[in-house]
């Protein structure tokens, strides 16, 4: 299918072929329409316009992330992930109107005519996948094309409600753009005067031709607001796009005494306060187009709100087309352009150009057609079968000695030539797709549940093909092992499937997010002659194998520390969630636990964790902010402290080995420090750090030994650390129950 991408690099509009999206909570929809909001699109077209410096003054924010991750990471990792992130094309749009045609929730069938919103969903696509809270079904008097105003009219009727609007108040909207437009007839048919405010005269016009009562530009305000409303507007609402202040100004001149201002567009805040104190008015910003925005239970899950928060986005879109089918809202005037998909180019050409005047702008897709409507696309058919260069500064040799443990079982030992790759997230386009590509192996096909993201990871890594449905990559014949690198909750799930399919395994910890997940995939695992290798990539660094040189010939029983500095971590992160994540200590702590076990050579054989006081916490996550104490068979213990309550401009990882009298320290996998006999010695790494993942995907394409038993350790080990926290009491351990 065709879908029009940005370039967060260079600001270059394109349109591309990627493959279909796959189905998720909700439903797949075959675009008639979609509308490009000009001022929200042309904002994010400005930024990826400016050089890195600009963006970096555009958003401090973002700058400031990559100056933190520098000091822990160092420079040269940082700018690699800055520059990964800017790789990545946008996907633009977010309000759209099509068919269905696939769906997973009862409430949509096949056939049935939608508005679908969202960014990052309601794409400008032949077919996008929209969960089921951002789509509503079309009144059979609505054009598809007027539908596709949907989500922009929810914006703006969620403004109308946050101005607490009653029939007969008098209603100024300052900004008649297409939000501002769509303002001035919700405010009539709510039975209000209103007063449209716009510096062009031809949008003043059009406000007029549309229904308000009143539309002028800022000239003579007072004047013509004194015959409209002689005591004041009793709300404002503000729909234009600008930093400056002046909108807030005027709206602060125009409001009555206890009077309702509310910001719906992008403008400066700054706010003057003795005009709105004078009049004890009211300052409200309206978000999107209503509760239930940028909340992901709500959005991805399909969890609805109850009654009582009664105007959610979903039924705010459910209003606007009701508007629409009473005939209250009029679209056919501000539709100015049309363009079909093909032509998106040209579309914003004339937006960045402003060679002409332009307010609705439509793309249109052919509802004729069904010939792109495949979830397999051929990036490069023609590839040679000769595999990429090896690092040549690899010893897979060295590798695999340094990770030889009396766990270990030999299955088979054939090298990996070709490979297929399951997700495009961050972990993979960073650290695994990046080092794979210096060592000898064929990338052939990558699985994405998105389009986009197959289509641009697989064009800049090199892949045969992209799809959007994981199973093409099972079933070629072609591929020898699978990479998979999804959100955890189908880790156990694919690997399974990849065993059953005799692929080699590679899967991102943590292996399994429950013990019936664990359970299963060790069981498939015994019953197949394939490998799998877990990414705990840390115990392949070669910083760790310096520090086991250290300790190698120990007497007594090690004390291990790692500490973990997160500093905060989003409660609305993917990784927080139960289903997709399993929450910090089942994604993260699993790391830690498996590197105590790495240093310790050891089997564990007890568990007592400790989270933060749940009656106390308050909005702190428990399994964010916890302490794992771990006993092992040759009388070791290791302690991992995890945090998010310190600040991220401290070292994010340190791990202290105490044993023998000797002492080994190492910092975010850049400084190591061995302490023996008084005498210190240090390796210090500047531009960036050593976390051997080039290592451990050498070691897993030369098909070394299969140490996945001691990862199901790790992973059972890290189970039990979250029943400890639960049960409020230790766990005894026994893995020879699930690796036996």
Avoid at 51 to 78: F, H, Y
Avoid at 477 to 493: F, S
Avoid at 587 to 605: G, M, N, Q, R, W
Wanted: glycine share 8%; with cysteine; hydrophobic share 35%.
């Amino acid at each position: 299918m065709k879908q029009v991408l940005l370039d967060l690099n260079s600001g270059a509009i394109s349109v591309e072929d990627v493959p279909v999206p796959s189905l998720k909570k909700g439903v797949v929809v075959k675009n008639h329409f979609s509308l490009i909001s000009a001022g929200t699109e042309s904002s994010l077209l400005s930024l990826a316009d400016k050089s890195k410096l600009g963006k970096a003054r555009e958003r401090p924010d973002l700058a400031q992330k990559v100056i933190n991750k520098a000091k822990t990471d160092g420079v040269l990792s940082a700018y690699q992930q800055a520059v990964s992130r800017l790789a990545k094309p946008e996907a633009l749009g977010y309000s759209c109107a099509g068919i269905v045609t696939d769906s997973n929730v009862s409430e949509f069938s096949v056939g049935d005519r939608v508005a679908c919103a969202g960014a990052g969903y309601a794409s400008h696509a032949e077919y996008v996948s929209i969960p089921k809270n951002l789509t509503i079904k079309v009144p059979d008097n609505v054009s598809l094309e007027d539908a596709a105003f949907t989500t922009v009219g929810s914006i703006a009727m969620q403004g109308i409600r946050n101005a607490e609007v009653t029939v007969g108040e008098r209603v100024v909207v300052i900004g008649l753009g297409l939000v501002g437009l769509l303002s001035v007839q919700i405010a009539k048919a709510a039975g209000c005067r209103v007063f449209g405010i716009d510096v062009d005269p031809k949008k003043i016009a059009l406000s007029l031709e549309l229904g308000a009562d009143i539309a002028s530009n800022y000239d003579g305000l007072e004047e013509r607001m004194a015959s409209f409303s002689p005591f004041g507007a009793d709300k404002v609402i503000i729909t234009a796009a600008t930093s400056s202040n002046g909108p807030i100004e005027v709206a602060g001149d125009l409001v009555r005494e206890k009077g309702r201002v509310v910001a719906v567009g992008a403008v400066g805040l700054n706010i003057p306060r003795d005009k709105y104190y004078e009049k004890e008015a009211e300052f409200v910003i309206s978000k999107s187009y209503g509760p239930g925005r940028y909340d992901r239970s709500y959005e991805e899950k399909g969890i609805d709100y109850p009654i009582i928060v009664r105007w959610t986005e979903k039924r705010n879109m459910d209003s606007f087309l009701e508007l629409i089918s009473e005939g209250k809202i009029n679209l056919q005037k501000i539709v100015t352009h049309e363009f079909t998909i093909e032509e998106a180019t040209d579309a914003y050409d004339l937006i960045t150009s402003r060679k002409e005047p332009y307010l609705g702008i439509l793309l249109k897709y052919n509802p004729d057609t069904s010939e792109n409507n495949s979830t397999v696309v051929y990036l490069n058919p023609s590839k040679s079968d000769t595999p990429s260069h090896a690092n040549k500064n690899t010893n897979p040799d060295k590798i695999q000695n340094e990770n030889s443990n009396k766990n270990t079982t030999t299955k088979t030992n054939s090298p990996i030539k070709t490979i297929g790759c399951i997700g495009a997230g961050i972990q993979a386009m960073s650290a695994l797709y990046p080092n794979l590509a210096k060592l000898p192996v064929e990338f052939r096909g990558l699985a994405t549940s998105t389009g986009l993201s197959a289509q641009s990871a697989g064009k800049k890594f090199g892949f045969s093909y992209c799809t959007t449905d994981y199973k093409k990559i099972l079933e070629d014949k072609e591929i020898d092992a699978v990479i998979i690198a999804t959100r955890n909750d189908l880790h156990a799930k694919m690997t399974i499937e990849a065993l059953e399919a005799g692929k080699d395994v590679f899967v991102e910890k943590p292996l399994a997010t429950n013990m019936e997940d664990l359970e299963v995939v060790a069981e498939a695992w015994k019953n197949s002659d394939k490998n799998v290798q877990v990414g705990f990539n840390r115990r392949y660094s070669s910083l760790t194998g310096q520090l086991r040189d250290f300790f190698r010939n120990r007497s007594s029983p090690m004390v291990i520390h790692y500490r973990v500095n997160t500093g905060p971590i989003p409660a609305d992160l993917w990784v927080n969630d139960e289903e997709q994540g399993g929450g910090m200590l089942i994604s993260e702590c699993c790391h830690f636990i498996d590197y105590i076990l790495c240093l310790t050579v050891a089997k564990p054989i007890e568990v007592y964790a400790k989270s933060v006081d749940p009656s106390t916490a308050g909005s702190i996550n428990r399994f964010s902010n916890l302490q794992i104490v771990i006993s092992l068979d040759d009388g070791s213990i290791g302690t991992v402290t995890y945090t998010t309550l310190g600040d991220k401009a401290y070292s994010k990882e340190q791990v202290e080995v105490f044993c023998d009298g000797m002492v080994g320290v190492l910092t975010d996998f850049r400084e190591l420090r061995l302490v023996k006999n008084g005498k210190e010695t240090k390796t210090k790494r500047w531009l960036s750090q050593d976390k051997g993942f080039p290592e451990e995907l050498n070691v897993f394409l030369r098909g070394f030994e299969d140490n996945f038993p001691d990862s199901v350790s790790s992973t059972l080990l890290t189970l039990k650390a979250r029943e400890s926290i639960e049960k409020r009491l230790p766990v005894a351990i026994n893995v020879d129950t699930i690796t036996d």
